[in-house]
């Protein structure tokens, strides 16, 4: 089993794998192909920083990613596995500010 490896984990207790088809219904999904397509340049430039975010078997923050790792042929990504809602909510948030500020470094030519 071939699983992408997140390179910034901050809670090592919390993380996880996702390997199932969590994306079986992506017909209801909107992908922006811009972000899609960036995603997938930056993925493939530096790996899978971030953890996705599940809680209660849904993916709340990692779905480009997770769908971008399955084209590029892993089986699953690593994941923070939040016991609420509301830490669900609070990883996907830092997380978004991470990406944030990994697209300013990027740009910048930091990275």
């Given at each position: 089993?071939?699983i992408?490896k997140?390179?910034?984990v901050?809670?090592p207790?919390k993380?996880?794998v ?5 994306l079986a ?5 909107n ?5 899609l397509?960036?995603?997938k340049?930056?993925?493939k430039?530096d790996?899978?920083?971030f ?9 709340h ?6 769908k ?9 990504i690593e994941?923070y596995?939040a016991?609420?809602?509301?830490e ?5 948030q830092?997380?978004?500010?991470c ?8 740009e910048?030519?930091?990275l």
């Amino acid at each position: 089993m071939k699983i992408m490896k997140a390179r910034i984990v901050w809670f090592p207790e919390k993380i996880n794998v996702i390997t199932l088809d969590y994306l079986a219904d992506q017909k209801k999904i909107n992908w922006e192909e811009d972000h899609l397509n960036q995603v997938k340049k930056y993925m493939k430039e530096d790996g899978l920083l971030f953890p996705g975010v599940v809680f209660d078997g849904e993916i709340h923050c990692g779905h480009y990613r997770f769908k971008i790792a399955k084209e590029l042929g892993f089986d699953g990504i690593e994941v923070y596995t939040a016991s609420s809602f509301k830490e669900a909510n609070e990883l996907r948030q830092f997380t978004e500010l991470c990406y944030k500020h990994y697209r300013e470094y990027k740009e910048l030519k930091y990275l």
